[in-house]
């Protein structure tokens, strides 16, 4: 496997994570209006948001993976201890603690955050439009 190959599966999981949209209700506007210029509006106010609020994702998957990598670490070592390898032991527990960790984040079902889901809100209310949820 070429190294480009597990970059691209993280991008696309990562992309999976923000997948997440607004629901509008049905106002007259929503069902005069055609669906490709309601898609558009959404799109502008979600780079709207993606400009205006840092994003969490990348630092919590970071941080959750760095602590998964430090737990498979410590029982590594007492497992390499075990079998008279602890330094081995370390190196294979953290490679699969913090690969269980990232995976797990990325395949975790995840909301916007917050302060996301109502910038968008906002920038869609100012527009005409009702959010209702996030799916």
Known sequence: MTPR???ALV???LAGCAAQQPVLYPTDRLV???AAIRDEQV???RQLADANVPS???NETLRETAVGGGIGAASGVVGGAIFGSPG???AVGAASGATASL???LFRSSTPNPTYQSYVSTC????GYRVVGWQ
């Open 32 to 34: 005069r209006e055609d």
């Open 43 to 45: 799109s502008e106010c």
């Open 88 to 90: 081995t032991g370390a």
């Open 11 to 13: 991008a696309l999981l």
């Open 5 to 7: 190959r597990p970059l």
């Open 124 to 127: 869609l209310s100012d527009r």
């Open 103 to 105: 995976l797990n984040r």
């Open 56 to 58: 969490t994702l990348a």
